[in-house]
């Protein structure tokens, strides 16, 4: 898989966490909080692969856009909770961001230099 699917596998991931946390109750659940535990080790897991690959100022925004908004319908659609219409406007505004950096951007490594675990950086 390309770091692109990784990444929006991460970000739907973290969707799954965010709405089981919820449920979680607190973490007193324990259903909910088993699943809000592994959707975030493998979501976490998902962003560093496709990291390896995609710039930081990339992948990071893109991953917490797709959670931010994907949370945001879950909460309407599950919790019925209510979004008035600039909220509304906004999260279009996030989504088209994030299809942006998709469009704009490229899938080539970061061309800054690596910074060796350890190394002194004053």
Known sequence: M????YLIIAGLLEVVWATAMKKSDGFT??????VTIVAMIVSFGLLALAMKQLP??????VWVG???VGSAIMGVVWYGERLNAAQWVCMVLIAAGI?????????TKST?????AGADQS
């Open 2 to 5: 390309g770091p692109w699917i």
């Open 29 to 34: 659940k324990l259903g909910p909080s088993i």
């Open 56 to 61: 930081l100022s990339v992948s990071y925004t």
């Open 66 to 68: 797709i959670g931010a």
């Open 99 to 107: 299809v942006g950096l998709k469009v704009l951007g490229s899938a």
């Open 112 to 116: 800054a230099p690596a910074v060796e």
